[in-house]
T-cell receptor
Framework: GEDVEQSLFLSVREGDSSVINCTYT??????LYWYKQEPGAGLQLLTY?????DMKQDQRLTVLLNKKDKHLSLRIADTQTGDSAIYFC??????????FGTGTRLLVSP | DTAVSQTPKYLVTQMGNDKSIKCEQN?????MYWYKQDSKKFLKIMFS???????INETVPNRFSPKSPDKAHLNLHINSLELGDSAVYFC????????????????FGPGTRLTVL
């Protein structure tokens, strides 16, 4: 099927690290993306990783990719209250279509 | 200087009515999309257009008809609205078609919350 799975909810305290996990389906997806959706807004690209990489770091964000298990994760270091949002992973499935994960709602408490 | 804009932001209407949502992008992109996000936040693609040509048409009822008068606009017309059409509809655009050969960011509009009573 085309379901890209994520855990629904994650709650952390400010200053902790957050790890959001994603299991994707299409092993031929050459790019994998992480998008952020703040309340009442559209999605915004956070970062992406090329499939020949295992890891990508971008300031507080670290993306890990395990192609064998089709597992993608997003780590946010020093999580802030402004990071509270819904996070979506996405893969390019088949031909010209971006398929989004089920979304993880991150709640950061002071 | 909004990149992708949609109107209206909110739309409340009765079952059976016909309504349209407009989308415009000023990024000079070739490809535009419509997505539906349901109450559980699941986001699914409905349509994509490239240079005014329909590329993707997911299993969407015929009551939904996209129209692209030019590359910068992709409007969504919905006939005979049903309760199940209630959702947030997002327009998006990208420089080119999504593909495996290159990185390609999609830029999203702020969404239109449609409520069918």
């Amino acid at each position: 099927g085309e379901d890209v799975e994520q855990s629904l909810f994650l709650s952390v305290r400010e200053g902790d690290s957050s790890v959001i996990n994603c299991t994707y389906t299409d092993s031929s997806s050459t790019y994998l993306y992480w998008y952020k959706q703040e309340p009442g807004a559209g999605l915004q690209l956070l970062t992406y990783i090329f499939s020949n990489m295992d890891m990508k770091q971008d300031q507080r964000l670290t993306v890990l990719l395990n192609k064998k298990d089709k597992h993608l994760s997003l780590r946010i270091a020093d999580t802030q209250t402004g990071d509270s949002a819904i996070y979506f992973c996405a893969e390019i499935a088949g031909f010209q279509k971006l398929v989004f994960g089920t979304g993880t709602r991150l709640l950061v408490s002071p | 200087d909004t990149a992708v804009s949609q109107t209206p932001k909110y739309l409340v209407t009765q079952m059976g009515n016909d309504k349209s949502i407009k989308c415009e992008q000023n990024l000079g992109h070739d490809t535009m999309y419509w997505y539906k996000q349901d109450s559980k936040k699941f986001l699914k693609i409905m349509f994509s257009y490239n240079n005014k040509e329909l590329i993707i048409n997911e299993t969407v009822p015929n009551r939904f008809s996209p129209k692209s008068p030019d590359k910068a606009h992709l409007n969504l017309h919905i006939n005979s609205l049903e309760l199940g059409d209630s959702a947030v509809y997002f327009c998006a655009s990208s420089h080119q078609l999504m593909g495996q050969a290159s990185y390609n960011e999609q830029f999203f509009g702020p969404g239109t919350r449609l409520t069918v009573l």
